[in-house]
C-alpha cells in the first residue's frame, strides 16, 4: 500500500514566525488531506488538496502529485495553531474507497 | 455542514466485555471508516464500509467486528474487549470514491 511520510516530526516556533510542513508519498494518489488534531482528538479538516493549491485564511497547501510530496503553510503563526498536524493520502485506482494512510504527523508548538 | 457523530467520547469497559461503538453521520455518505490511533503508531485503519450491508477489512481488523444495516450508522463492535484495545477510536465518512473525508470527535476507551 502507500507510504505516507511527514517531516519534520516536531516543530517549536514563536508566535508569528511562518512554518512549512512536508508530506511524502510513494504513489499517485487521488485524494490527500492535511487535518489537525485538536486537544480533545478529533480530526479537523484544514485541506483537500489531491493536487494544486489552495489558501485558507493564514494556511495555504500545495500538492505536486507528479513529484509524491504535499507542503501545509502556516504563516503568522499563533498559540491556537499549536497540536499535531496531518498528511493522509488515499491510492489512485477504484477500489481504494477512499480509504486514507496517514502519517506519522508533526507536532508544533508556538510559544508566546 | 458535515456532521459525524460518535456515541460517546470516553468510555471505560471491563476486560471480556462487548463493547459496542456507535457512529453516525448526516451527509448520506456511501463510505464509512473505523481507525484507531496509538501513541507511536498513528491511526491505522480497523474496518470499512462502501455501502449498506457492505464491509471489508482494513489493516487490523482482528478483535473486531463491524455493522452497517443504515446507510447513516456503522457500529464497530469488540466481541470480548481486551487491554490492547485501550485507544482512541476515530469514525470517519465520505462520498463513494476518493472524496474528502470527515471525522468524528473520537472515543476514548479503556478497558480494564
Known amino acids: 500500500g502507500i507510504q505516507v511520510e511527514q517531516s519534520p516530526p516536531d516543530l517549536i516556533l514563536q508566535e508569528g514566525a511562518n512554518s512549512t510542513l512536508r508530506c511524502n508519498f510513494s504513489?499517485?494518489?487521488?485524494?490527500l488531506q492535511w487535518f489537525h488534531q485538536n486537544p480533545w482528538g478529533q480530526l479537523i479538516n484544514l485541506f483537500y488538496i489531491p493536487s494544486g493549491t489552495k489558501q485558507n485564511g493564514r494556511l495555504s497547501a500545495t500538492t505536486v502529485a507528479t513529484e509524491r510530496y504535499s507542503l501545509l503553510y502556516i504563516s503568522s503563526s499563533q498559540t491556537t495553531d499549536s497540536g499535531v498536524y496531518f498528511c493522509a493520502a488515499s491510492n489512485a485506482g477504484g477500489t481504494s474507497y477512499g480509504k486514507l494512510t496517514f502519517g506519522q504527523g508533526t507536532i508544533l508548538t508556538v510559544h508566546p | 455542514d458535515v456532521k459525524v457523530t460518535q456515541s460517546s467520547r470516553y468510555l471505560v469497559k471491563r476486560t471480556g466485555e462487548k463493547v459496542f461503538l456507535e457512529c453516525v453521520q448526516d451527509m448520506d455518505h456511501e463510505n464509512m471508516f473505523w481507525y484507531r490511533q496509538d501513541p507511536g503508531l498513528g491511526l491505522r485503519l480497523i474496518y470499512f464500509s462502501y455501502d449498506v450491508k457492505m464491509k471489508e477489512k482494513g489493516d487490523i481488523p482482528e478483535g473486531y467486528s463491524v455493522s452497517r444495516e443504515k446507510k447513516e450508522r456503522f457500529s464497530l463492535i469488540l466481541e470480548s474487549a481486551s487491554t490492547n484495545q485501550t485507544s482512541m477510536y476515530l469514525c470517519?465518512?465520505?462520498?463513494?470514491?476518493?472524496?474528502?473525508?470527515?471525522f468524528g470527535q473520537g472515543t476514548r476507551l479503556t478497558v480494564v
Open positions: 504513489d499517485s494518489v487521488n485524494n
Open positions: 470517519a465518512s465520505s462520498f463513494f470514491g476518493n472524496t474528502e473525508a470527515f
